[in-house]
């Protein structure tokens, strides 16, 4: 599986947009980006997936690079409750299902 | 409340004990997985579930590890003679795939083993 790479901390003021970039230079064609996020205490929340076009929901917008070498998830207005362990995951496509997770970017969103 | 349920939340122990845990996934979910998240770091893959078929156990899973998920519904993970080392968060997910892509996680059992 892919190994990805992301920056350790970040901090975001409230109701800004928060961007967390992710490497992932060795994915294959196969492998999704998929991010994960754990708020204090609670076991991870899924946010978004996507293989090569941007994707967009409710909770956040992905941004994948036309070499699929890197991705940035946007949070678009950050608040207090977005404070959490950002996680980014590259996931072959049909594989078991089984996530390998790093330790994720800290965000921290301040008032 | 219809999302992943764990129980017990907390447990202490002591050393060499033995400790269960429970699992009820989300109704027809078909995959169960559990992981363990030692402080500071990402969840670790322990195993996983196609109903009631376990297919992958981790290296990490060694033999004082067993989990079972007898009927393809609830699961439990069972640690013969635990150890400090042991001491985690034990996180249980499910899913329907290939249907869904995205795993829905439990809020954990704390284990504490003194």
């Known amino acids: 599986d892919a190994k990805t790479t992301q920056p350790t901390s970040m901090d975001c003021a409230e109701g800004r947009a928060a961007n967390l970039p992710c490497n992932h230079s060795?994915?294959?064609?196969?492998?999704?980006v998929y991010w994960y996020r754990q708020i204090h205490s609670q076991g991870p929340q899924y946010i978004i997936h996507g293989l090569k076009n941007n994707e967009t929901n409710e909770m956040a917008s992905l941004i994948i690079t036309e070499d699929r070498k890197s991705s940035t998830l946007i949070l678009p207005h950050a608040t207090l409750r977005d404070t959490a362990v950002y996680y980014c995951i590259v996931r072959p496509r049909g594989n078991t299902g089984k996530l390998i997770f790093g330790q994720g970017t800290t965000l921290q969103v301040k008032p | 409340d219809t999302g992943v349920s764990q129980d017990p939340r907390h447990k202490i122990t002591k050393r060499g004990q033995n400790v269960t845990f429970r699992c009820d996934p989300i109704?027809?979910?078909?995959?169960l997985y559990w992981y363990r998240q030692t402080l500071g770091q990402g969840p670790e893959f322990l195993t996983y579930?196609?109903?009631?078929?376990?297919?992958?156990k981790s290296r990490l899973l060694s033999d004082r590890f067993s989990a079972e998920r007898p009927k393809g519904s609830f699961s439990t993970l069972e640690i013969q003679r635990t150890e400090q080392g042991d001491s985690a968060m034990y996180l249980c997910a499910s899913s329907l795939e290939p249907r869904y892509n995205e795993q829905f996680f439990g809020p954990g059992t704390r284990l504490t083993v003194l």
């Open positions: 060795t994915i294959s064609g196969n492998e999704y």
């Open positions: 579930f196609q109903n009631e078929a376990q297919l992958e």
């Open positions: 109704s027809e979910h078909n995959r």
